[in-house]
């Protein structure tokens, strides 16, 4: 069975969802929408999504745009029959999200929410592992993220490092943008609900949001801590290592490699499943699980508030340093990959450890 397929969202991110759709032998792309010229564009544009939704009529409308305008954007393609494959975060709180899936069950409709990660066969492979007691007891766990972000990454639209636009709540910040997949990783593999949350945001940058985070949920019996930067001095794909009673687990998550105890090296575990052909598939034969459904990033979406709470402390710029090794300059934060390695080994704060910068208060 083939799926009529609109994108509300076009350009950006919008582009990895024109490949991804060519790459779905049973998807067919009817249109695209959006405010931005598409020169390239290889369905009809619309600059309205009303517009498009009544000139297309699609099964799937996949919503790319930016997190503030997801609900009504969703609710609006749900009521005029579309199935959805909404952009992660998937909406801005848990009132948001409430409301989207009264919407969902009021006209028969479902969604799958982007987190890729979830279709991941190294992720089940790992999740299979912890069930079966191959780690024994699960007693932590640490996620390390390093990466490079020009500043030209950080003006490329006009939402992106604000907390508020136009009076409007905008959720940017490393662990619920560039990193979300790893924060909703570590809920899929905890699969318990979280008790407390620390929180520590910093910035090396002028601006509202965070660049940098270290993150500690409590699960019944464990802690989890996440340490990410897009400052890095040294890039680290992002890795999540589960710590156990009877072993250690290492889970590559943006490649897909695992290593299990007993085994030396990461091994890539091929097979990753399409969200999109997973949603028409899922259409199909209802018997077919999404693979992640809204309600499943629930949890993932009750720790937006706690996360973003409080505006991220500077970093002094004693600590700071440009680097022109990209094609644009980038800011590092030194020491921050000793920072970023301690507290994922250690689940500890930024603010526990030896790292000169790092400050519980916000500035």
């Known amino acids: 069975m083939s799926a009529r397929v609109a994108l509300i969202g076009a350009a950006g991110h919008g582009a990895w969802h024109r490949r991804a759709i060519r790459e779905v032998d049973t998807a067919e792309l009817v ?22 939704l009544a000139a297309t009529k699609p099964d799937i409308a996949i919503v790319c745009t930016p997190p503030h305008t997801h609900l009504a954007i969703a609710t609006a393609a749900a009521r005029a029959g579309a199935d959805l494959l909404l952009e992660k975060p998937p909406v801005l709180d848990l009132a948001q999200h409430e409301e989207l899936s009264a919407v969902l069950a009021a006209t028969g409709r479902v969604a ?18 912890i069930a079966a007691g191959d780690l024994g007891t699960v007693t932590g766990i640490g996620v390390r993220g390093a990466w490079f972000r020009p500043d030209t990454y950080f003006h490329r639209a006009p939402w992106v490092g604000r907390r508020t636009l136009d009076g409007r709540p905008v959720l940017d910040g490393s662990l619920v943008n560039p990193f979300a997949h790893a924060l909703m990783q570590v809920l899929a593999i905890a699969d318990a609900p979280v008790s407390t949350v620390e929180v520590e945001r910093y910035r090396a940058r002028d601006m509202e949001a965070d660049d940098t985070s270290c993150v500690r949920l409590t699960f019944p019996g464990f802690t989890a801590v996440l340490a990410v930067s897009l400052c890095a001095e040294s890039f680290v794909p992002g890795d999540i290592t589960v710590f156990g009673t009877a072993g250690t687990a290492r889970l590559e998550y943006p490649t897909d ?10 091994t890539p ?29 629930r949890g993932f979406t009750a720790l937006l508030a706690p996360i973003l709470a409080a505006a991220p402390v500077a970093v002094p710029v004693r600590f700071r340093e440009t680097r022109d090794d990209l094609d ?4 590092v934060i030194r020491g921050i990959n000793d920072a970023i390695d301690a ?10 450890l030896s790292v000169p910068w790092a400050l519980k208060e916000a500035a």
């Open 343 to 352: 507290a994922a080994t250690q689940r500890r704060l930024f603010s526990e």
């Open 257 to 266: 490699r695992l290593r299990l105890p007993g085994e030396t090296e990461l």
């Open 328 to 331: 644009t300059p980038r800011v």
């Open 112 to 129: 799958q929410v982007g987190f890729q990660a979830l279709g991941s066969r190294a992720l089940d492979r790992l999740r299979a592992a």
């Open 269 to 297: 575990v091929p097979g990753r499943v399409s969200l999109l052909a997973n949603l028409i598939e899922h259409r199909s034969d209802p018997s077919v699980p999404l693979r992640s459904p809204l309600a499943r990033t």
């Open 31 to 52: 249109g695209l929408c959006d405010l931005a010229d598409i020169p390239d564009a290889d369905a009809p544009l619309f600059r309205d999504h009303e517009e498009l």
